[in-house]
């Protein structure tokens, strides 16, 4: 019998930064053996086969949500080092805040499961229903301008040359970032703050190596967190508005309402879903059209490809690289035995580059989704009960950011010499850190 190799799943749960920036060929080396393996370093079965891994997406009779990030949260340490930090008087009380929040109410969204989870996914729908997207499109297009001024200079500014920019920080993370905090109620003096707290509760997921200081900042965000959503729900209770955080605070079906823990808990999860991963999209498009400048030249002229240019850059590159599923029984899943407990990591990003899937994965090819998100059927977001339910909010953001940045410049392309292309340190989330450009405005 041949076992697979897991030197590179090693390697990248080890956060070593080469494997993490191409992790494909570990996936490949996995698939071609064992489809589903055992990984003693992740602690945690490993699917890397597209078909096995659709199928665990929907078994929830066999597979619970309930621990989405996995084992590696459990052994990062951070539960010892809030027990010290609480012993400590400086720490205490927000230690002790953040323990009792965790024991109130029912798990909610990517944690839950059926029925709780079916429940929420029928309140909170509305929030991101076609009709609610189209109605935010011009603030979105106001938002992203308004970024690319900053960027770029207004509109109609005379420029003798390119303008050499990292587009990570300014456009990249700022988009989703400005554009779910409008949503959420969130004015822009509290935009630090606000990303401050979406990065600080994103620093285990995939990361079994978190730091006494990062689990402070932690703590110290999910807190401040529930102090200011706490409020902010209260106020859209009474005077509800056009944007997300009302749809929370007013969500209602036939006399069923959130609870205050639910309402908290989806809040903070659009904060993150929706700040960090369509900054990882946008950046790895972006990252696409310079190195491949003919897919450049036809997007600039045909904008209708830019959906199928989505789709293409969350399978080639996807966001979420994968979460895991909990066993709730023993169960055979492709001949192996899951035993009751123990994790399965479906890995997103492994069967979107499953060559019995599609024709030559490791390409970037822009008619590979010729119908756009109609026809894609990647798991970048996921499939199932649990397929991302911002999944129009990120593909309505990155078209009208895309379709903008090609409007409001002649040519994009790599800064030469400057992009090393690391990744953050995670193997769950992975996106370029910097991406430096010239640009040349229109």
Not at 57 to 72: C, E, I, K, Y
Not at 156 to 161: I, L, R, T, Y
Request: hydrophobic share 40%; net charge negative; charged share 25%.
């Amino acid at each position: 019998m041949v076992t697979a190799d897991h030197t590179g799943i090693d390697a990248m749960v080890a956060l070593d930064m080469d494997t993490l920036k191409c992790p494909y060929p570990a996936f490949a080396a996995l698939r071609e053996v064992e489809p589903i393996s055992w990984s003693q370093s992740m602690g945690s079965w490993i699917v890397t086969d597209y078909e096995l891994l659709r199928m665990i997406l929907v078994d929830t009779h066999n597979f619970s949500n309930r621990a989405a990030g996995g084992p590696q949260q459990e052994r990062s340490g951070m539960m010892q080092h809030i027990m010290a930090l609480a012993q400590e008087p400086d720490h205490a009380e927000v230690c002790g805040r953040f323990m009792a929040s965790l024991s109130d109410g029912p798990r909610v969204l990517i944690g839950a499961d059926p029925p709780d989870h079916v429940r929420q996914r029928r309140l909170v729908n509305g929030a991101f229903r076609p009709s609610a997207m189209r109605a935010m499109e011009p603030t979105m297009t106001r938002i992203i301008d308004d970024l690319l001024d900053r960027v770029l200079g207004p509109l109609g500014d005379h420029h003798d040359g390119p303008i050499t920019v990292d587009i990570v920080p300014p456009f990249s993370v700022m988009v989703p970032m400005s554009i779910i905090a409008t949503a959420l109620g969130v004015p822009e003096g509290d935009y630090g703050r606000f990303k401050f707290w979406s990065d600080a509760m994103l620093v285990a997921l995939g990361n079994a190596h978190v730091t006494r200081e990062q689990t402070l900042n932690y703590v110290t965000a999910h807190v401040a967190f529930d102090d200011y959503f706490s409020a902010k729900l209260g106020e859209r209770t009474e005077d509800p508005r056009e944007d997300i955080i009302s749809d929370i605070a007013t969500a209602e079906l036939d006399g069923d309402r959130l609870g205050a823990k639910e309402q908290l808990d989806m809040a903070r999860q659009f904060l993150q879903a929706g700040n960090e991963t369509t900054t990882k999209l946008l950046s790895h498009g972006i990252r696409i059209m310079c190195e491949m400048p003919e897919v450049q030249e036809r997007l600039r002229a045909d904008r209708s490809l830019i959906e199928r240019f989505i789709e293409e850059s969350i399978r080639h590159e996807s966001p979420v690289t994968g979460l895991f599923r909990t066993a709730v029984r023993d169960v055979e899943v492709g001949g192996v035995t899951v035993k009751e407990g123990q994790y399965v990591w479906v890995a997103y990003a492994a069967a979107n580059h499953d060559g019995a899937k599609y024709v030559d994965p490791e390409a970037f090819d822009l008619d590979r989704f010729p119908d756009g998100q109609l026809g894609a059927d990647h798991l970048g977001f996921g499939h199932g009960e649990h397929f991302c339910v911002g999944a129009r909010l990120a593909r309505t953001e990155a078209r009208i950011a895309f379709d903008r940045l090609l409007d409001r410049t002649t040519d994009i392309r790599l800064a030469p010499g400057a992009n090393d292309f690391d990744v953050n340190r995670s193997f769950v989330l992975r996106g370029i850190e910097e991406l430096h450009l010239e640009l040349n405005p229109a």
